[in-house]
């Protein structure tokens, strides 16, 4: 039985990012993995907060306080989802 993987991408994160800021009024072409959320794209902490929601919610992680603060740009959100949702996934996998 071959096993289906469920381990999400960086393309799944950066759409829902980007799906996101859109809406706020960010331009798609500034969303980029080295683009920091106030000093290039504007966004104030009211937004960072929804989007960190939002990104929990999507791909069922929890983005702890004092990582959340590590999370400047982009690519380290992008990185972070990928990284925890694969540590969860393998966790599954292994039944624990």
Do not use: P
Request: proline residues 0%; hydrophobic residues 40%; without cysteine.
């Amino acid at each position: 039985m071959a096993e289906q993987s469920t381990r999400v991408t960086d393309d799944e994160v950066l759409k829902v990012i980007e799906d996101h800021l859109v809406v706020r009024g960010v331009s798609a072409e500034r969303i980029v993995r080295g683009a920091t959320w106030k000093a290039d794209l504007g966004i104030d902490s009211l937004d960072i907060l929804t989007l960190t929601q939002e990104l929990e919610d999507t791909f069922h992680v929890k983005i702890g306080e004092e990582d959340a603060i590590d999370i400047r740009t982009v690519g380290d959100a992008v990185d972070y989802i990928v990284r925890v949702s694969g540590a969860r996934t393998e966790s599954e996998a292994h039944g624990v």
